[in-house]
Structure formats: C-alpha cells, structure tokens
Nanobody
Framework: QVQLVESGGGLVQAGGSLRLSCAAS????????MGWFRQAPGKEREFVAR????????DYADSVKGRFTISRENRMNTVYLQMNSLKPDDTAVYYC?????????????????WGQGTQVTVSS
C-alpha cells in the first residue's frame, strides 16, 4: 500500500505561484509513475500532469503547459507540482496519484493510489 499526502495548497492571486508537494509513505515511489489531477466544483476530475518513475518523461494537460512543472525526488519519496502564472480557472482540489501503468491515453483508472487532495484557490 502507498499512502499519499498532498500539501502546499492555498489562496493566491491570479498571476501568482504555488508549489504543491506529495509525500508518500508505506512504499518507495521508485517504481511508480506519478500524476497530478484536479477537480473543480461541479466538474469531473481532470488530468494535470504526470511523470514517469525515472523522471525522464512528463506529460501535461494543454491548459497548464508552459505554466506548471512536475518533478520528483525519489530519495525523498516526494513529487512536486510547481504552478506559475496561476489563473482563476486553476481553482480546484488537486490530487496526487501513483500507478504502474503508462498508457498513451491518460485515465485516472491507471492510478491505483490517491491522496486526499489539497485546495488551490486563485482569486482574480
């Protein structure tokens, strides 16, 4: 079992930055691909970014490309999401997830373990 705990969310003005962290316990993250998803009120959970277990490959949703960066420190069992140039549309609960599948088409079902989420609110 892998337990994931997100942190770093909060309230920020449009144009600002936040860095989310996802700390894992129970198992090392060395063999897991990691992802960030988000869910806004009344909307479905959507993909934000993912990173391969080696850290050599990453993917981003078009809506965050060029503004968000996913990274990982396996020795620290932690994954990060650096979010810059934040917009009100980025307001959501952000979830960290771990899985062993890497498919071309990204689906939340590829991730077996999920954190509880951290709220990000961007004011205009």
């Amino acid at each position: 079992q892998v337990q994931l705990v997100e942190s770093g969310g909060g309230l920020v003005q449009a144009g600002g930055s936040l860095r989310l962290s996802c700390a894992a316990s129970g198992r090392t993250l060395d063999n897991y691909h990691m992802g960030w998803f988000r869910q806004a009120p009344g909307k479905e959970r959507e993909f934000v970014a993912r990173i391969s277990w080696t850290g050599s490959i990453s993917d981003y949703a078009d809506s965050v490309k060029g503004r968000f960066t996913i990274s990982r420190e396996n020795r620290m069992n932690t994954v990060y999401l650096q979010m810059n140039s934040l917009k009100p549309d980025d307001t959501a609960v952000y979830y960290c997830a771990a899985g062993i599948r890497w498919d071309a088409k990204i689906d939340p079902r590829q991730f077996a373990y999920w954190g509880q989420g951290t709220q990000v609110t961007v004011s205009s």
